[in-house]
Protein backbone atom coordinates (compact mmCIF):
# COMPACT_ATOMS: atom_id res chain seq x y z
CA UNK A 1 0.00 0.00 0.00
CA UNK A 2 1.11 3.31 -0.94
CA UNK A 3 3.64 2.57 -3.49
CA UNK A 4 1.62 4.57 -6.07
CA UNK A 5 0.37 7.90 -5.50
CA UNK A 6 -2.56 9.13 -7.53
CA UNK A 7 -3.93 12.51 -8.27
CA UNK A 8 -5.79 14.76 -10.16
CA UNK A 9 -9.28 13.55 -11.19
CA UNK A 10 -11.95 15.13 -10.31
CA UNK A 11 -15.64 16.36 -12.15
CA UNK A 12 -15.46 18.06 -15.77
CA UNK A 13 -17.65 19.09 -18.75
CA UNK A 14 -17.51 17.26 -21.86
CA UNK A 15 -14.72 19.04 -23.93
CA UNK A 16 -13.23 19.75 -20.66
CA UNK A 17 -9.59 18.58 -19.61
CA UNK A 18 -7.79 17.08 -17.06
CA UNK A 19 -4.19 16.01 -16.25
CA UNK A 20 -3.55 13.05 -13.67
CA UNK A 21 -0.59 12.23 -12.17
CA UNK A 22 0.68 8.56 -10.35
CA UNK A 23 4.32 8.93 -8.51
CA UNK A 24 5.72 5.66 -7.15
CA UNK A 25 7.41 5.77 -4.06
CA UNK A 26 11.07 6.24 -3.82
CA UNK A 27 11.43 4.44 -0.86
CA UNK A 28 9.79 1.59 -2.18
CA UNK A 29 11.03 1.73 -5.86
CA UNK A 30 14.49 2.71 -6.98
CA UNK A 31 14.59 5.12 -10.47
CA UNK A 32 16.37 2.42 -12.02
CA UNK A 33 13.94 -0.56 -11.35
CA UNK A 34 10.07 0.99 -12.76
CA UNK A 35 10.03 -0.56 -16.78
CA UNK A 36 6.35 0.21 -17.59
CA UNK A 37 4.17 2.75 -16.44
CA UNK A 38 0.79 3.08 -17.56
CA UNK A 39 -3.25 3.93 -16.83
CA UNK A 40 -5.99 1.38 -17.11
CA UNK A 41 -9.91 2.62 -16.47
CA UNK A 42 -12.86 0.65 -15.38
CA UNK A 43 -16.07 2.24 -16.03
CA UNK A 44 -19.25 1.23 -14.40
CA UNK A 45 -20.25 -2.27 -15.67
CA UNK A 46 -17.40 -2.51 -17.35
CA UNK A 47 -13.80 -4.31 -17.49
CA UNK A 48 -10.65 -2.64 -16.73
CA UNK A 49 -8.91 -1.72 -20.05
CA UNK A 50 -5.42 -0.15 -20.73
CA UNK A 51 -6.09 3.48 -21.48
CA UNK A 52 -2.21 4.09 -22.33
CA UNK A 53 1.26 2.86 -21.02
CA UNK A 54 4.86 4.45 -22.09
CA UNK A 55 8.13 2.46 -21.69
CA UNK A 56 11.05 3.45 -19.70
CA UNK A 57 12.84 4.48 -22.88
CA UNK A 58 9.43 6.49 -24.06
CA UNK A 59 7.77 4.70 -26.40
CA UNK A 60 3.67 4.81 -25.81
CA UNK A 61 0.43 2.79 -26.41
CA UNK A 62 -2.71 4.38 -26.70
CA UNK A 63 -6.22 2.61 -26.89
CA UNK A 64 -8.05 3.53 -30.11
CA UNK A 65 -10.80 5.60 -28.30
CA UNK A 66 -8.39 8.05 -26.62
CA UNK A 67 -5.67 8.13 -29.19
CA UNK A 68 -5.55 11.73 -30.73
CA UNK A 69 -7.14 12.99 -26.81
CA UNK A 70 -5.12 11.75 -24.69
CA UNK A 71 -1.22 12.15 -24.03
CA UNK A 72 0.67 9.96 -21.56
CA UNK A 73 4.08 10.89 -20.33
CA UNK A 74 6.38 9.78 -17.69
CA UNK A 75 9.81 11.72 -15.63
CA UNK A 76 12.15 8.85 -14.79
CA UNK A 77 13.77 10.80 -12.15
CA UNK A 78 10.50 11.46 -10.37
CA UNK A 79 9.36 8.21 -10.89
CA UNK A 80 6.31 9.63 -11.96
CA UNK A 81 3.81 9.09 -14.96
CA UNK A 82 1.50 12.40 -16.56
CA UNK A 83 -2.11 11.69 -18.58
CA UNK A 84 -3.06 14.55 -19.97
CA UNK A 85 -6.60 14.16 -21.05
CA UNK A 86 -8.37 16.39 -23.62
CA UNK A 87 -11.48 17.00 -25.32
CA UNK A 88 -13.40 14.99 -22.42
CA UNK A 89 -16.51 12.76 -23.41
CA UNK A 90 -18.75 11.20 -21.30
CA UNK A 91 -17.86 8.18 -22.07
CA UNK A 92 -14.60 8.99 -20.63
CA UNK A 93 -15.79 8.53 -17.48
CA UNK A 94 -14.45 5.65 -14.91
CA UNK A 95 -12.00 5.16 -12.07
CA UNK A 96 -8.51 5.14 -13.63
CA UNK A 97 -5.92 3.10 -12.23
CA UNK A 98 -2.26 3.78 -12.32
CA UNK A 99 0.01 0.46 -13.34
CA UNK A 100 3.65 -0.09 -12.96
CA UNK A 101 5.72 -3.00 -14.09
CA UNK A 102 9.48 -3.42 -13.01
CA UNK A 103 12.40 -4.85 -14.98
CA UNK A 104 11.76 -8.16 -12.56
CA UNK A 105 7.69 -8.24 -14.34
CA UNK A 106 6.53 -7.54 -11.09
CA UNK A 107 3.11 -5.33 -11.51
CA UNK A 108 1.78 -2.90 -9.05
CA UNK A 109 -1.51 -1.13 -8.93
CA UNK A 110 -2.94 2.37 -7.26
CA UNK A 111 -6.06 2.76 -5.86
CA UNK A 112 -7.71 4.69 -8.71
CA UNK A 113 -9.21 8.23 -8.93
CA UNK A 114 -12.53 8.37 -10.43
CA UNK A 115 -13.24 11.08 -13.54
CA UNK A 116 -16.30 12.21 -13.99
CA UNK A 117 -17.22 13.76 -17.74
CA UNK A 118 -20.64 15.40 -17.90
CA UNK A 119 -22.67 16.08 -20.72
Known amino acids: QGQLVESGGGLVQAGGSLRLSCTASRTFFSIFSINVMGWYRRAPGKERELVAN???????NYADSVKGRFTISRDNAKNTVYLQMNSLKPEDTAVYYC??????????WGRGTQVTVSS
Open 99 to 108: KTTTRDLDDY
Open 54 to 60: IMRGGST
